[in-house]
């Protein structure tokens, strides 16, 4: 009897893992636990060294400080995460579970960097991307009869948008959404637009922080009013809780916020009563 090959599934969050355990798939999944639109993305091939600085700068989140959860624990996780995905014989089978945001589609910029550096041959990879910012349980009962099958000039564009993105280019990931079709990463021009965006300008702000500023100027001083209108300038959402709470700390910290009993203002304005 010929033997079924090994499926890995990789998906981004624990909420999509428990609708992917609905569904009783063939195979492993592997949750892919990282955040790369913050802090350091090291310009270097060697992804030990890479995995050292993610680490050192991940132990600095407080829910990870507050949980025991030190830089050599998270190295090791990450180190699982990047062996996982490249330890994957030829005969065996990646699908790739994914939504629209930033936040996913820079994750999946890294897993096919990552593939593209292997120098054995590489397993069958499949992609399904979501038409929203967050994968539905119909998502994963349909998607894997229209996943897309993802063959090395997409893992060559992906590998490129990576490095734009990991060195900090923003003019470059823009004129690569214009020049790559991407064809089969539906959701990857759009993302690299945004990734732009994202990287801080001459004054060192992201959009992002600059419409966080421009929610303050607007009388939207608790977090709960920032965090919830920040989604209305995306059409893909992609900002946690926690992350939007660095982001503020972080605006804080420069003085271009000011945090008095739990509401921000600009400098110099008046606190709500």
């Known amino acids: 009897m010929e033997q079924s090959p090994f499926i890995l599934h990789i998906l981004n969050g624990d909420f999509a893992l428990k609708l992917w355990e609905q569904c009783n798939f063939q195979g492993q999944s592997l949750v892919w636990k990282e955040t790369y639109l913050e802090g350091p993305l090291p310009e270097t091939d060697d992804p030990a060294l890479f995995r050292q600085a993610r680490a050192q700068f991940l132990s ?17 996780h990450l180190q699982q995460m990047d062996e996982t995905v490249l330890s994957l014989s030829s005969d065996s089978e990646l699908m790739l579970w ?65 490095h734009f993105f990991q060195t900090r280019d923003a003019r470059n990931l823009r004129q690569l959404a214009k020049q790559e079709k991407f064809t089969t990463l539906p959701a990857m021009k ?67 916020l000011i945090c008095e009993q739990e509401y921000y203002s600009l400098p110099n304005s008046s606190f709500p009563a």
């Not at 600095?60 to 090791?76: K, P, Q, V, W």
Request: proline share 3%; net charge negative.
């Open 98 to 162: 994914f939504d629209r945001c930033i936040f996913d589609q820079t994750i999946l910029m890294r897993i096919l960097y990552l593939l593209k550096q292997q120098k054995a041959p590489l397993p069958r990879i499949f992609l399904y991307c979501s038409e929203s910012n967050c994968l539905k349980l119909d998502d994963f009962k349909l998607g894997y009869e229209q996943k897309l099958r993802l063959l090395p000039e997409d893992l060559d564009a992906a590998a490129r948008a990576w």
């Open 60 to 76: 600095g989140f407080t829910e990870l400080a507050a949980a025991g959860i030190d830089s050599c624990r998270l190295y090791h």
């Open 190 to 256: 759009q993302a690299l637009l945004r990734c732009a965006d994202e990287i801080p300008d001459s004054d060192g702000l992201t959009r992002t922080q600059y419409q966080i500023l421009q929610l303050v100027a607007a009388k939207k001083s608790s977090f709960k009013e920032i965090f919830t209108g920040l989604d209305k300038f995306e059409e893909y959402p992609f900002l946690g809780d926690t992350a939007c709470q660095r982001y503020l700390d972080a605006l804080v910290s420069k003085g271009l």
